[in-house]
């Protein structure tokens, strides 16, 4: 398996011990597409920021492409994630004082073997928009270009944290196509939590969370094209 | 109201900014209040000593003892007073005794008590600290012992120097005032005259009248010196003007630079609370009432710092004058602090600082609270400068470091110009220090032969053997009387003075040569033409310079002898003074002085360690304040970047690459900031020794020197590294999880 969850726990005390994660386990192939649903509050970030090495977890493991992750200390972390996992967060989170071209540059600069900015730029569509400022920008041209600095290290790993959280159905389409062609194209494993259940369509494993457990795990054996997608 | 428990947590959460701009307005208002009540002490003191003791406008020797001196002063509406002199070497030192007067340059007992008996001597306190003398030990001069019986002031000697033209008192040198009757001892005593006109009113031209008068009488004048000319009592007077005019402005330039960085801070806190101020809008909160809470860290900030320094600065002042009066002769009565001083001292910050948080302020709050509630204001906007830059041509580190830079003009500025600021002060406290070492050390050095003799009557006639002659006037620039200097002539194959131009070559002696001091002073080079007016008969004279003589020592116009003598109308061959390898034997009755140019260069230990000190806490002052100025800056910058930096360590950047992005991206400007010091130490210390040399005709050449050029940049750097370090863990601190929780760009 490419990705690898097994008895994953945490929880937090602040004040009160509340278990974020009570046992979580997981798995998923080279080259597919997973998505974590569930609601507010069920665990799915804190699962998420473990897999993506920003956070630790209590006990069990984490193995990416065959690497454990759980046991990791913090430099080893910062390399896992240098080289292996690349983010799309809801918000973008780019840079805002940056131009388009420049933020992604924040990633290739540190990337072994980074793809070229301009190649990446042309696969999200917005090569004609490389110096402007993320202001400058709509929603849905901001979070392209938050998926091209996560692409541009050509990472095993994509990590999306509600990628179409703050977008419109249109947009979302397009941001979520975007990703479909990011998987085809450069066969990069991508693990999406989400919301939306209507996304899980173009999944091939669906995981809902509840109350810090997987409750269910669905294979998809054919996929919905995201332009299909409605909500 | 609960607004107000929010004032307070900001302040705690930011304290190390909040105090940093607190020392720096700390340090404005110190400063000023100082600067100021030592000015207008010393002008207190100074101004009651001269009026109260009636100190001289003018001083001067005559061929012939001055008759009927009560006529002369009914003509001349002065008072004329005539008193002894007498130069009497002492162990490690040497001293000038003085008769007393009643009339002019009354003088005024510091401690002990008057001259009551024969044998009693009162000493400059000076002089008693350095030769290790107290009130009721015994003097010996010429074989006669004098007993002490006090510390004295001259109005005339206020700044004790030997000569007028020297910059400095000599080391051990110190005036002594015993009585008329005593003087009988030493006959070889010279007669000086000391007038002061009674109506105060245009006392120049009343001054320039008595010299016509006298010299319509038929008296040969010589050593005629006004008062504003005479640096033994200009000088406090220079000092005490500089204390002034640089107290303000430099305070001034502290508060606006407080303003800069305030304003950028009260800035960010209003944009980060723009929701917050549009829903408290909504919720019916008056302007007037949220402009009151977001003033109040301005308000509380400069009132407290203000107020701190201004009372923390006043106890200083009394030191201050016992350091500057170490300097300086004169009774110290009392001090005086200027009320609108301290009033500003206060107020001056306050108001500059609440202004300009107030317009920062006025800009948002005049939004509607729909519009704020938008949370527009939270976003980053990118500026004109940022848009403008095109950058692709450099790696990712560059481009990055720079947009980090000008993502804030008024940070960029506030740290260009705090830490030219700070460059500027330490490069200043150096170079003064340094100039006044080559001054020092180049007094004199262009004296082969060093003894000077000077008569009092022009002489004719062969030289004596192993002397050469000179013939010298007294002269200033036509248009500036302030400039003072001499026109000397010397024979053109003379060995005595040394000339030699930049290039190390000796000058020719048959030409015109001036000393490189003057030419600096009076902005001349080789070609131009002076125009000069002789001090004692009044007369132009035009001179082309021919060559300028590289020293640092005095202001002289040398030429050939016959020249000299044809051009002011003196014989051939003749002569007032002997430059000669060793004293000559003529007799002293004859002549007005003896100069050993080679004993000039030993300053006073008082002025060198005050000198010293003055550098010490400039260093000092200076690295504090580019240290807060760096800090102020870097953290503020790390404030603003937390999304960023928290975004770089998910992207797997290293700690130490974080660090090196943030962090160093202030290295350019703090390296632009220090060179531009340079310059403006330069213009700074020139127009201020400028100024001086206009009061004083004291010349102060800013004489850079590379190694303290050297010395200060480390300095600077050494702070910018430290603070950087104490920043970087700062740094360190910031977690990931920031951006994960973050709902924005």
Redesign the interface.
Known sequence: MFLSVSNLTKSYNTGIITHVLKGVNLEMKRGQIGVILGPSGSGK?TLM?II?G??SADSGTVEVDGERITGLND?QL??????S?G?V?Q????????TV??NI??????SRNPLQTDEVLSAVGLFNKK?R????LSGGE?QRVSIARAIVKNPKLLLC?EPTGALDLETSRGVLSLLQKVNTQFGTTILMITHNSAIAGMAHAVFRMRDGEIAEVRQNSELIQAERIEW | MALRKRVWRIIKENKGRYIGIFILIFLGSFYFIAASGVGSSMGKLVTDFTEKNKQEDITFKTNKPLENIAALERESGALIDTYRLHDIKVPNGELRLLSPSTKVNIPAVTSGHGLKKPGDILLDPIFCKVHGLKIGDQLKLNGRTFDIVGTVAMPNYVYILKNVYEQYPPKGFGIGLISNADFKAFPKAATVYSAYMKDRENVKAKAANLNRLLSNKGYSLSEWLNAETNARIAMVRGNIEGAKTMGAPVAAAVYLLCCLILGVMIQRIVKSDGVVIGTLYAQGYRRGELVRHYMAIPVLLSAVSGLVGTLLALPVVGPVIGILTSSYNMPVTGLSFPPLSMVLGVLMPMVLLSLSSYVILRRVLKKSAAELMKGDEQKTKVNFLERKLQLERFKFATKFKLREQIRSIPRLLFLLLGVSAASMLLLLGFTVHNSFQVLMDSTGSDRYFPIETTFKEIQHGAAPKGAEPLNAIRSYLKGNEKAEFYVVGLEPNSIGITMRDSNGNNLPKNQVNITYLLAYRLGLKVGDTINIVSKVDGKSYSLKIDGIVQTYFGQYIYMPLEEFNRMTGNAPGSYLGLLSKNKLDIDENLLTGINDFHNLNEMDDTTTSTLTASVVLITIVASLAGAIIIFLVTSMMIEESRSTISLLKIFGYRGKEVAKLILNSSTPVVFIGFWLGLPLMLAVGNTLYGYLGEQINMVMPMIVNPWYVLISFVLIFAVYEVTKWLCGRKLAKISMSEVLKAGTE
């Open positions: 970030s920021n993506g920003v956070d430099k910062v390399e896992y994630r240098r080289e996992v983010f967060f918000f973008y989170n780019l840079v805002p004082n940056l071209a420049e540059e924040v990633v290739s600069n540190i110096n400022f993320p202001r400058e901001q944290d």
